[in-house]
Every structure is written in C-alpha cells, then in structure tokens.
C-alpha cells in the first residue's frame, strides 16, 4: 500500500520563527510536491522536486525553500514564518498519480 | 492559468441521489484527475481518465472528459452519506511534473 507521511499534523509556531515541515514517501517516486490549501483558493504549489537536489518553484515560492537530499524525502522550510503562512500544507508525490500525505495544519501566532 | 475550476461550488443531495460536478481547465492536458478529500485530511486519488480516452468507469463513478470543449464531469451514482467530501479535479502536464487544482466541489449527502 502507497504511503506519503508528513511529520506533524498540526504546529503552532511563532512569527519569525523557522519552520521545518517534513515529507516521505515508500514509492521510489521522483516527483514530489509541497502545496498550501486555502480555503476558497484551492490548492497552491509551492515548490516541486523532479529528482534528488533537484528543484523548480511553484506558483508561490515566495517565504518558502525546499530541501531533497534524499529520493524518499522532500522538507519544506518557512525561513521566517508569518501570519500569513498560516495554512494547511499538503505533500504529494507522484508518477502519474499523486498520493497525498495527510497534511499539516501550521498556526502561526 | 492552467487551473482546473469546478462547477458548481457547493453541492446538496440526498442518500441515493447521483451527485455531478464539472470541470473545465483552459490548456491541452495529458491527463485528467479526480480527487476526494474528507474535511480536513489529505486528498485521495478516485480516477485518472486520459486525453484520448472519453469515459471511464470505477465503481459508482463515471468520468468523461471532452477536449473539444476542455471539460470534464464526475457522476457518482446512488450516493451515500460517506460520499460526502471535497472533490477536486486536476489536470496533469505532460512531464508528470505539474498537476494544476482548481478549488473543488464540496458535496453534502443528505442521510
């Protein structure tokens, strides 16, 4: 069975702070993704990895980096974190179809 | 924007009621897919229907797609009140590199 694992399910954190949001997938998939889900906005891609320390911007990249060191691992970074930064954050991974991760919901006061 | 939008944005039915939602996205697509999502969970894949394909059929679903006109619909037939979910198309590039959202239907199954 297909898994994507995010490593927290819900984060409160403070403005300024640096926020580490952690992505794995068991698929051996190359191509990974790191979306925002807002309501009334749909789902956003902020970045994308199409293979290890491979990277391309999505259509919000600003406040955001992503790191691939590993094929299995995908880690998006808020180097500062803002109120408006506050979202619920999405992994997928995908060959064809993408397999979702459960999401996190991130807080920031 | 590539985005696929759906139509309409919210939907109400009762148990037993097909429910259906539209999609239309703007540029050539490869493929096409729909997606459900339970409030506040991630998204679960449902169906992928190609662009030289025209229906496809999984379980109470059915999907057809029309590239003339750059839409796509879901039928779920015989709902229930666990269809009820966000659902979302997406339309996926021909490198696998990018699927593009629209905002979803969000669709209530009355019991």
């Known amino acids: 069975d297909v898994k994507v694992t995010q490593s927290s399910r819900y984060l409160v954190k403070r403005t300024g702070e640096k926020v580490f949001l952690e992505c794995v997938q068991d698929?051996?998939?190359?191509?990974m993704f790191w979306y925002r889900q807002d309501p009334g906005l749909g789902l956003r891609l902020i970045y994308f990895?199409?293979?290890?320390?491979?990277?391309e911007k999505g259509d919000i990249p600003e406040g955001y980096s992503v790191s691939r060191e590993k094929k299995e691992r995908f880690s998006l970074i808020l180097e500062s974190a803002s109120t408006n930064q506050t979202s619920m954050y999405l992994c997928?991974?995908?060959?064809?179809?993408?397999?979702f991760g459960p999401g996190t919901r991130l807080l920031v006061l | 924007s590539q985005q696929g939008e759906e139509d309409p944005q919210a939907l109400s039915i009762q148990e037993g009621e097909n429910a259906t939602m539209n999609c239309s996205y703007k540029?050539?697509?490869?493929?096409l897919q729909w997606y459900r999502q339970n409030s506040g969970r991630g998204l679960v894949h449902l169906i992928l229907?190609?662009?030289?394909?025209r229906e496809k059929h999984s379980g109470r679903l059915r999907v057809t797609l029309d590239t003339s006109k750059k839409s796509s619909s879901l039928l779920i037939t015989a709902s229930r009140a666990a269809d009820t979910a966000s659902y979302f198309c997406?339309?996926?590039?021909?490198?696998?590199?990018?699927?593009?959202f629209g905002s979803g239907t969000k669709l209530n199954v009355k019991p």
């Open positions: 997928a991974s995908s060959f064809e179809t993408q397999y």
């Open positions: 698929m051996d998939h190359e191509n």
């Open positions: 990895s199409y293979d290890v320390k491979m990277k």
């Open positions: 540029t050539s697509i490869n493929n």
């Open positions: 229907i190609r662009s030289n394909e």
């Open positions: 997406a339309t996926g590039s021909y490198n696998f590199n990018k699927f593009y």
